[in-house]
């Protein structure tokens, strides 16, 4: 059993930075893949980012690449997403999730996770 609690959301400006938290709990928390997805207002959930087991391999969407970064420490059960360069449209509820499928999976399908976070809001608007 995982237990994820997200933070770090906020209000912040176009072109602003943000850093998302995910503390995880329980002691198999580095068998397990962990990624962000996001579902904006009257939109599907969508997958953000996902990190291996190890950090050895991410993926992350193409809406998203090159201005956010998935990283993870095991020692500290805590994963995070480094945002930058954020848009309007990066709005939403971003979610960590925890699942044990392949990468590939779990960055083509968002019902591939076993474990869910709350989510925490990021609002980007001037």
């Known amino acids: 059993q995982v237990q994820l609690v997200e933070s770090g959301g906020g209000l912040v400006r176009p072109g602003g930075s943000l850093r998302l938290s995910c503390a995880a709990s329980?002691?198999?928390?580095?068998?397990?893949?962990v990624g962000w997805l996001r579902q904006a207002p009257g939109k599907e959930r969508e997958f953000v980012a996902v990190?291996?087991?190890?950090?050895?391999?991410?993926y992350y969407a193409d809406s998203v690449k090159g201005r956010f970064t998935i990283s993870r420490d095991n020692v500290k059960n805590t994963v995070y997403l480094q945002m930058s360069s954020l848009k309007p449209e990066d709005t939403a509820v971003y979610y960590c999730?925890?699942?044990?499928?392949?990468?590939?999976?779990?960055?083509?399908?968002?019902?591939?996770?076993?474990?869910w976070g709350q989510g925490t809001q990021v609002t980007v608007s001037s």
């Open positions: 990190i291996g087991r190890t950090s050895g391999i991410t």
């Open positions: 999730a925890a699942g044990s499928s392949p990468l590939p999976r779990l960055r083509e399908a968002v019902n591939e996770y076993d474990y």
């Open positions: 329980g002691r198999t928390f580095s068998s397990y893949a």
